[in-house]
Each structure stands twice: as structure tokens, then as C-alpha cells.
């Protein structure tokens, strides 16, 4: 458990093959610190496996007009029990990909996930949704 905000000190350079980040970089404002971290602790030719909220889905839910522009947003979390309110930041796809390309990774696949037919009788409006477009992205950067 770690706080991306700040620098991974405990973690030596070049110290890691592969780094998992799901669905927590949008909790941070700037992606360049943890980027340049990332990059630091990892091997030559390590990863980096990535989620994020899909910029276009996030987009259209936080009803934004600046989507060229990183900005603190917010979500009632409804689901698990208490409401809960969530602050995040929503970002463009070329922000979400830049920190990294400028970082020392190049982006090795892209996909944008689809439910799983299984998902239809779990949550069928839900699933009829997702399979118009997407909500979230996953990225997989690799380390030059």
C-alpha cells in the first residue's frame, strides 16, 4: 500500500518486472511524478498494466465542457451500502497516454474491454449500455 503522490522510496531503481495499477491513477491530479517513479523502479523492457475510467465514458457521465482539460470531479458511490461521495479527475486520452510517452514507455496494446456475455443475465440494461461504448481503458505501457 502506497500513497502514488508521493515517491516510491522504499523500492530500489530498476528493482521490478511489471507494476499493476487498476483503476487508481484517476485518484491523482498529476500523473508525472508517479510516471517518472514508475519508470525508475522498473527493469529495462519492464511494464506497466494500467486502468483508468474510459476518457470518452467520463467524458459524457461528469457532464464536462472542458474535455481537453484535467478536472476535479466527483461521484456518489451508491452501490456498497452508505453513499459515499468520490472525488477523481477526469482527464483526455492524450493526457492519460503523454505522462508516459514522455516518460521513457511506448504504448504496447490498448483495449477497450466489452462485458462478458455472462454479464447479461447478471445486469442486462447495464450490459446492453457497455456494448454501445466504452467505460473503461486499459493500457499496456512498456518500459524502453
Known amino acids: 500500500v502506497h500513497n502514488l503522490a508521493e515517491p516510491l522510496t522504499t523500492q530500489t531503481d530498476a528493482s521490478f518486472d511489471g507494476i499493476l495499477s487498476a483503476l487508481a491513477l484517476h485518484y491523482l491530479a498529476d500523473w508525472e511524478g508517479p510516471v517518472k517513479e514508475f519508470c525508475r523502479v522498473l527493469r529495462p523492457g ?10 470518452f465514458d467520463d467524458f459524457l457521465y461528469y457532464e464536462s465542457e472542458k474535455y481537453f482539460e484535467c478536472e476535479a470531479v466527483s461521484a456518489e458511490w451508491k452501490s456498497f451500502g452508505p453513499v459515499v461521495e468520490v472525488p ?3 482527464r483526455s486520452l492524450q493526457d492519460s497516454l503523454r505522462p508516459f510517452l514522455a516518460n521513457g514507455f511506448y504504448l504496447e496494446d490498448l483495449l477497450e474491454p466489452r462485458p462478458t456475455p ?3 443475465n447478471v445486469a442486462p440494461d447495464y450490459y446492453a449500455i457497455l456494448n454501445k461504448f466504452p467505460a473503461f481503458l486499459c493500457l499496456r ?4
Open 141 to 144: 505501457m512498456r518500459k524502453f
Open 46 to 55: 519492464g511494464f506497466v498494466v494500467l486502468s483508468i475510467g474510459h476518457p
Open 118 to 120: 455472462a454479464f447479461a
Open 88 to 90: 477523481t479527475y477526469r
